[in-house]
């Protein structure tokens, strides 16, 4: 999967198993035993990321939306994303160009369940405001991804956080 995850963000994700297998160091024939299709290699990509990168933002058993903890989430993600930066890349490219399979997406979609039914309250609660659920969300990875994009570290990084919690109406 490394392999493979060098090759679709150095080429895209067009390049060819054959390419992949011979980054990897093995033949085409134990990259198929390994992966059956190449949909099947995108989408254990895709979901071995997001148990990872979920598994780094576990929430506590009923977790306050509050600003600590949404910073110890902000943290945990930017930790994430600076120790894997490529597997921070292939999820963002996977996402965006929505090449994980259906059943991928959907079981993706169970691992980062806490975490929406999370904003979800905090969003009925009136903790958190914005359009909708959907939108907030975007918008604290989007916060996030220019952190990481723009290198911020130290002042410029606690700026950028509480210029989200200011975009989202969280006050305490």
Same mark, same amino acid.
């Given at each position: 999967?490394?392999?493979?995850?060098?090759?679709?963000?150095?080429?895209?994700?067009? %390049?060819?198993?054959?390419?992949?297998?011979?980054?990897?160091? %093995?033949?085409? &024939?134990?990259? @198929?035993?390994?992966?059956?299709?190449? $949909? /099947?290699?995108?989408?254990?990509?895709?979901?071995?990321?997001?148990? +990872?990168?979920?598994?780094? =933002?576990?929430? $506590?058993?009923? /977790?306050?939306?509050?600003?600590?903890?949404?910073?110890? =989430?902000?943290? &945990?993600? =930017?930790?994430?994303?600076?120790?894997?930066? +490529?597997?921070?890349?292939?999820?963002?490219?996977?996402?965006?160009?929505?090449?994980?399979?259906?059943?991928? $997406?959907? $079981?993706?979609? /169970?691992?980062?369940?806490?975490?929406?039914?999370?904003?979800?309250?905090?969003?009925?609660?009136?903790? %958190?405001?914005?359009?909708?659920?959907?939108?907030?969300? /975007?918008?604290? @990875? @989007?916060?996030?991804? =220019? %952190?990481?994009?723009?290198?911020?570290?130290?002042?410029?990084?606690?700026?950028?956080?509480?210029?989200?919690? +200011?975009?989202? &109406?969280?006050?305490?």
């Amino acid at each position: 999967m490394d392999a493979a995850i060098g090759l679709f963000l150095k080429d895209g994700v067009g %390049v060819s198993t054959a390419a992949v297998a011979k980054a990897a160091g %093995v033949s085409n &024939g134990t990259l @198929f035993h390994a992966f059956a299709t190449k $949909q /099947e290699l995108i989408d254990s990509i895709y979901l071995t990321t997001k148990r +990872n990168f979920f598994a780094a =933002l576990a929430l $506590q058993d009923d /977790e306050p939306f509050n600003r600590t903890s949404m910073r110890r =989430l902000w943290d &945990g993600h =930017l930790t994430w994303s600076r120790a894997a930066p +490529n597997r921070h890349k292939i999820k963002r490219l996977l996402l965006e160009a929505g090449l994980a399979s259906p059943d991928a $997406q959907r $079981q993706a979609d /169970e691992l980062g369940m806490p975490h929406a039914l999370w904003l979800t309250k905090a969003h009925s609660a009136g903790l %958190v405001r914005g359009p909708n659920i959907a939108f907030i969300g /975007e918008l604290i @990875f @989007f916060h996030i991804d =220019l %952190v990481i994009d723009q290198t911020l570290t130290g002042a410029d990084e606690d700026l950028a956080f509480d210029m989200l919690c +200011n975009a989202i &109406g969280l006050d305490t």
